[in-house]
């Protein structure tokens, strides 16, 4: 089990992260996700050794992880740490680059397992090319295969799919992820980006204000945000009080409504008046005012006129899973 107890850091006396505690068990797949600035890849450095701590303390089993002032070479042996920074050697081959931690005593596992994971990473086709000719999302992938060749214990992922073009992003997660999975790997992925977390993760952290404000299984956090910042993490969402939703609500509490749970109606509910309507596909993407000014973020599948009146309502299944 991985543990984080009462980690706090600063940057030149400025507080990024504050007692901060985690227990994540061997296997787990976890995500930070917040807005940037959160601490989401400080928290992974100071997990990986590469920050020393004056408070609090990260262990790996009974095994302290210890930082630079400890470590001739930063980072436990037994964690891969991925950053941004790919740090790839530019006038090697694809598939050099993917094994170059693999013994060269054993050739023939080396070439299997190169091939492995080229096909993992879908660059089978490239692996004679130089790493300098490739595009940024191709390094991104070559360098998660790296990380995996080495077997860690604990992967540490920041925003590993940031590069990739969004066609290849879905299958190249499904791939990473099962990987991981199947070879028991535990998995700390930072992100912004939602698809890394509800289909993959088994847990998610958000991070805010220095702490963690929300924890859980991600349709759990995805079902009942409780705060409107947490759910805009998931996409367009509004704070609706109560007393607007239903007339006879004698309540000025406010509960969380995505875009996609407003349903739009021409004759009854809460009145807006359309400002813009944004094409996203299969949807419109609209926003609307009230009559006190607000705005608010709906879906509709046909292009609403600037101006138009119309009505919206959320389901009672809605309102009363988000008022407890």
Sequence with gaps: MLRVEHVSYAYD???VLENIDLAIPKGEHVALIGESGCGKSTLLKIIYGLMDLEQG???WEDEAVLGPAYNLVAGAPFMKYLSQDFDLMPFITVAESVSQYLSVFYPEELQARTAEL???IELKDFAHKKIKTLSGGQQQRVAL???LAQKPEILLLDEP???????????LRRNIFAYAKDNDITCIVATHDYNDV?????????LRDKGIIAKGRPMDVYSNPGKLYI?????????IAMSHLKSYANSDRTIIVYAHELRVSNATGLPVTVKESYPMGSYYLTTGKMTNGDTLFFHHHNKLESGKQVYLNVSLKTINQRIR
């Design 145 to 147: 295969a790296r990380v």
């Design 161 to 171: 799919f940031g590069h990739i073009d969004n066609f290849m992003k879905n299958s």
């Design 231 to 239: 759910a805009s993490l998931f996409g367009e969402a509004n704070s």
């Design 198 to 206: 509800l289909p993959f993760m088994d847990r998610m952290i958000v």
């Design 118 to 120: 080229l096909e993992l």
């Design 57 to 59: 303390a990260v262990f």
């Design 13 to 15: 006396k400025n507080l």
